[in-house]
């Protein structure tokens, strides 16, 4: 059984840090491409940070230079590391893997991040 489990999620301030983590199971993770996205109430899912099996990462316009995605395939955990964070970061943040060795989308429970005063 697949299982990605997000956590790290909570109230930050503007201009805070948090960090997002992404457990994953019964994948073979070190073939699996990783990725972030996020959903904010009444909008759509959308990319926020990818990193491949092999470690190439691509990143939304809107985190370029704030946030980093990082991947330990000993821990089998994907990581989002937010800085600089904005009210218009806060939304619902969601891991998802594509099993390369056998074509599939897995995605977990998601995880909040609000970033109020």
């Known amino acids: 059984q697949v299982q990605l489990v997000e956590s790290g999620g909570g109230l930050v301030q503007p201009g805070g840090s948090l960090r997002l983590s992404c457990v994953a199971s019964?994948?073979?993770?070190?073939?699996?491409?990783m990725a972030w996205y996020r959903q904010a109430p009444g909008k759509q899912r959308d990319l926020v940070a990818a990193i491949t099996k092999g470690g190439i990462t691509t990143y939304a316009d809107s985190v370029k230079g704030r946030f980093t995605i990082s991947r330990d395939n000993a821990k089998n955990t994907v990581d989002l590391q937010m800085n600089r964070l904005k009210p218009e970061d806060t939304a619902h943040y969601f891991c998802?893997?594509?099993?390369?060795?056998?074509?599939?989308?897995?995605w977990g429970q998601g995880s909040r991040v609000t970033v109020s005063s």
């Open positions: 019964g994948i073979i993770f070190s073939s699996s491409n």
């Open positions: 998802r893997a594509y099993t390369t060795y056998a074509p599939a989308y897995y």
